[in-house]
């Protein structure tokens, strides 16, 4: 399935000359993935205080476009660098979980939205980062298979925000963008079990 993820390449070519400069001033792939991690977090505990304001959640695609840029800087660094570690491996995990969480929750506080669906929906995609993560425990290669991957999150979140911030949508319409997500979430944990199996399948040499 199609995934924003594939766009990844060319949004990394944009960024390489950057990535450069950051590594011959010193800067590390794990302080990177903190900074992403750790402004996500603060990011949604604005929104969070906030959320009266309909105009605070035009922080989400502001933030997700910089933490999109943030994700692809630390994994540059970290390749094409040799700053790889078993450390910034956690990190990286941990932190996308902890964004996820905390850019996800603040539209329960919406009125009329559902706190089930959007507490559905973080779980979901949790539980679709994990299927990722499991990936390399079975002989596969860590998956990051849409339709509803982190890049699309963002995209979709970021439009949602976008107008809630401009008055252009409902509770219910929100709900059900909710509820969409959670099915492409379910489909996408499935994708990517079922592709990661089918890897291992295509590695394993015949009898």
Not at 32 to 41: C, E, H, N, Q, Y
Request: net charge neutral; aromatic share 10%; hydrophobic share 55%.
């Amino acid at each position: 399935m199609p995934s924003i993820y594939q766009i990844k390449p060319a949004f990394q070519n944009l960024l390489r000359p950057l990535v450069q400069r950051l590594f011959n001033q010193g800067t590390t792939a794990n302080q990177i993935t903190l900074i992403a991690g750790i402004g996500s977090v603060l990011v949604g505990a604005v929104i969070a205080g906030f959320a009266q304001h309909p105009w605070v959640f035009l922080l989400v695609p502001a933030w997700m476009i910089l933490r999109m840029a943030l994700n692809a800087i630390d994994g540059m660094l970290a390749r094409e660098f040799n700053q790889q570690s078993h450390l910034g491996a956690y990190l990286n995990e941990l932190c996308d979980i902890a964004a996820d969480c905390a850019l996800i929750l603040p539209f329960a506080l919406l009125p009329g939205v559902s706190l089930w669906l959007v507490l559905l929906v973080a779980l979901l995609a949790l539980f679709s980062e994990y299927g990722g993560v499991l990936g390399p425990m079975v002989g596969a290669s860590r998956r990051y298979d849409g339709p509803m991957g982190k890049s699309d999150r963002a995209f979709v979140l970021g439009v949602v925000a976008v107008a809630i911030a401009l008055g252009w949508i409902s509770a219910i319409w929100i709900n059900g963008v909710f509820a969409v997500i959670a099915v492409l979430l379910v489909y996408t944990l499935i994708n990517r079990v079922r592709q990661g199996l089918k890897e291992v399948h295509e590695d394993t040499p015949s009898a």
